[in-house]
């Protein structure tokens, strides 16, 4: 039969005592909240202006149009780190992050 000690041998082998993790902020415009993309605003893109309306195969003539857009982090140099997420065209630019005021 093994006897089993009470007493640790060495004094790193003592339990020690763990503090209370804390618990992730709920706030989402706390800086500490993780995966977020932070605060963004919306910005637009004009073009198929008068007199260069966008023509379409009916010849109908589209414009001027409004394209809304968000960015998030930053381009590198060579432009490679750049992604285009499209939605609906009647939908929000909103992609993430947080818009002053949420």
Not at 81 to 94: F, K, Q, W, Y
Request: proline letters at 8%; hydrophobic letters at 35%.
């Amino acid at each position: 039969m093994r006897a089993l000690s009470l007493m640790p041998k060495k004094a790193d082998e003592m339990t020690k005592v763990s503090q209370p993790k804390k618990e992730p902020s709920k706030n989402p415009l706390d800086p500490q909240t993780v995966h977020s993309a932070g605060m963004v605003q919306t910005k637009y893109f004009h073009f198929a202006l008068p007199p260069d309306e966008l023509t379409l195969e009916s010849g109908e003539k589209l414009g001027p149009i409004t394209a809304a857009y968000e960015t998030y982090g930053t381009l590198n140099d060579q432009g490679t780190n750049a992604v285009l997420i499209l939605h609906a065209l009647s939908g929000d630019a909103h992609a993430a992050g947080f818009h002053r005021g949420d």
